[in-house]
């Protein structure tokens, strides 16, 4: 009889003590496993990807600074640069230039909602693939072309044609020209745009499967009002 006793008291604790593992997990159920969604990640607009042309000067050519390649990227570090050590743009959540894994993680999506994250995140890039390489050789052209210009200032200078001053002012002239031409060169303005639809896409792909209840917390977060 005893026996029984002891036998019935440790198969309930045994259940006890699954019921309560099975209550702290599902308290969390959306914490990334091995493989799963990095909920620190951070998407950036397209307009972060095309970067700055730097100073150059009697000892340097130009080129290109503070350089995306992806869109989702991992996040800044404490010190507030990127992850080239650079400096991030400023967040701006309405141009999707925010914690996209912040956002995530308040919509505790489920697993099959997780699953669909990840495809809609490899579609992304695969989406920016062709237009980041029309937009790096648009870039690269008008860099080597503002290089060969400095190289013609630099034998004026050295030929004694142009003070030390005109060189440097010419310098600065040939920046503003090359920032203007990397702003209205029509290859880059097509790239651009075609990086803007990717991202685009990338969130109306995520927004199309949220619930009724996550598309609340999902326009909260951007402020829609409906």
Known sequence: MKSNLFRNIYVVAILAAMLGIAACQNENPFEPGDNDIDYSMVLLSPDAMVGEVSEANLTTDFTLQNVYDKMLTPPFGGNGKGPNGEMPPKPEPNKGQFRIGVLLRMLEL???????????????????????QMLREAQRAIIEDA????????????????????????????????????????????????????????????????TTEQLDIWNKYFGIKE
């Open 147 to 210: 290089n060969a210009q400095r190289r013609q200032i630099m034998e004026q200078l050295k030929a004694g044609e142009i003070t030390r001053e005109q060189a440097i002012q010419a310098l600065k002239q040939l920046r503003e020209e090359t920032r203007t031409a990397m702003e209205t060169n029509e290859v880059i303005v097509t790239a651009l745009e075609g990086l803007k639809d990717c991202h685009d896409a990338f969130l109306e792909n995520l927004k199309s499967i949220l």
């Open 110 to 132: 489920d697993s099959a909602q997780r699953e669909q994250v990840k495809i809609f995140a490899q579609e992304l890039e695969d989406c920016i693939k062709e237009y980041r």
